[in-house]
């Protein structure tokens, strides 16, 4: 069973950092694409950056300069360095990732359980 796992989520001050970390583990043949989306309170799930296997990343306007996303295939880890947090950044983030089981069958997306992140003001 595929299953992916967030961490280091927390409370921090504006201006403040944070990292996200994101496992996947089960069995599975190969991972496409990996990202992050949150969802603040009374809000749809929104998508803040993604990344290929091949180290491609997209980010969305709102956090461009000061998030990073990276992964490590190698250990089927997905980062996201956020630095320069705002009050309007706290949200639950997840992790997304969409991934291969056989190899013969496409990628299926699957979702972590999200981490919160609250920026005080």
């Known amino acids: 069973q595929v299953q992916l796992v967030e961490s280091g989520g927390g409370l921090v001050q504006a201006g403040g950092s944070l990292s996200l970390s994101c496992a996947a583990s089960?069995?599975?043949?190969?991972?496409?694409?990996m990202a992050w989306y949150r969802q603040a309170p009374g809000k749809q799930r929104e998508l803040v950056a993604r990344?290929?296997?091949?180290?491609?990343?997209n980010y969305v306007d709102f956090v461009k300069g000061r998030f990073t996303i990276s992964r490590n295939n190698a250990e089927n880890m997905v980062y996201l360095q956020m630095n320069s947090l705002r009050p309007e950044d706290t949200a639950v983030y997840y992790c997304?990732?969409?991934?291969?089981?056989?190899?013969?069958?496409?990628?299926?997306?699957?979702w972590g359980s999200g981490t919160l992140v609250t920026v005080s003001s």
């Open positions: 997304n990732a969409n991934i291969v089981v056989f190899r013969d069958r496409g990628g299926m997306d699957y």
């Open positions: 990344i290929t296997s091949g180290g491609r990343t």
């Open positions: 089960g069995s599975f043949s190969s991972i496409n694409v």
